[in-house]
């Protein structure tokens, strides 16, 4: 019997996988991916030797639910039938709730948000524990999503919000890159150069915001009182920029309830 099952072995799946056995936190004889897809499950067997990927869920005594949200109670489920008793599902606005009545009575169900850099181990994660899951039922969950990055407990209504900021906060931030490498063709340089002086900017942009220094004051010291940075953030400001992103957030967060309902 396997420890841990983690159902679909796509990106974030195949990412969790990585990590457990990386850290050192599940062997891989204790591990079992599975997944559908059969061009995957080879993909998957050359990634991790000696771990069973497998079409549908072995025995197992705990499982990771990582496939798409609506097919995520029927996968809960179904590891439950074989055997698990704690199940940490990373789907989208799938509700505690609905995990508990598709896993039925006494199952430990924790409910998490991770997001897309758990891929290079830097993932930001949210998890909710269950009417059934006590301090070493989160714990467990903790360890997992802690494998891939930084892991936070909030309560579950916290969850949505988290969805519409850190879930999809990848994709505002790709955006901001594409639209700087845009501009930076505009202003006549060369594609491949932007590109790269771009992608430089946000990894020595991200290594500042690691120091623990606040965003604004990280900001200010760039801004000089009527230098170039502060026309740039004229326009930005102009255009309401903040108040763009406060939308996108918001309407992030409610489609997550909507998943949910």
């Known amino acids: 019997m396997a420890?841990?099952?983690?159902?679909?072995?796509?990106?974030?799946?195949?990412a969790l996988a990585g990590g457990l056995l990386s850290s050192g936190a599940v062997r891989a004889s204790d591990l079992a991916l599975v997944e559908v897809v059969a061009a995957r499950r080879e993909v998957l067997k050359a990634q991790f030797v000696g771990v069973e990927v497998a079409e549908s869920i072995p025995a197992c005594s705990a499982a990771v639910i990582a496939v798409k949200?609506?097919?995520?109670?029927?996968?809960?489920?179904?590891?439950?039938?074989?055997?698990?008793?704690?199940?940490?599902?990373?789907?989208?606005?799938?509700t505690v709730a609905t995990l508990e009545s598709a896993c039925g009575?006494?199952?430990?169900?924790?409910?998490?948000?991770?997001?897309?850099?758990?891929?290079?181990?830097?993932?930001?994660?949210?998890?909710?524990?269950?009417?059934?899951?006590?301090?070493?039922?989160?714990a467990w969950a903790e360890s997992i999503l802690g494998s891939v990055g930084v892991v936070v407990r909030v309560p579950e209504p916290q969850l949505d919000a988290i969805t519409g900021l850190v879930g999809s906060g990848p994709a505002y931030l790709f955006l901001i890159a594409e639209a700087l490498i845009d501009a930076g063709v505009a202003a006549g340089l060369p594609r491949a150069t932007v590109e790269s002086l771009v992608r430089q900017l946000f990894t020595g942009s991200s290594l500042l915001l690691e120091s623990?220094?606040?965003?604004?004051?990280?900001?200010?010291?760039?801004?000089?009182?009527?230098?170039?940075?502060?026309?740039?953030?004229?326009v930005l400001e102009s255009r309401a920029v903040r108040t763009a992103f406060i939308d996108a957030v918001a309407a992030a967060t409610q489609r997550s309830r909507e998943l949910g309902a």
């Open 3 to 14: 420890s841990l099952a983690i159902v679909g072995g796509g990106n974030m799946g195949a």
């Open 69 to 94: 949200p609506p097919d995520a109670p029927k996968a809960a489920g179904t590891a439950v039938a074989a055997g698990a008793q704690r199940v940490l599902s990373i789907a989208a606005g799938v």
């Open 105 to 138: 009575e006494g199952v430990a169900v924790v409910r998490a948000m991770p997001n897309t850099p758990a891929l290079v181990g830097k993932g930001a994660s949210a998890i909710a524990g269950g009417h059934h899951a006590n301090e070493a039922d989160i």
């Open 212 to 234: 623990g220094r606040a965003p604004a004051d990280l900001r200010a010291q760039v801004t000089s009182p009527g230098g170039t940075t502060a026309a740039g953030l004229s």
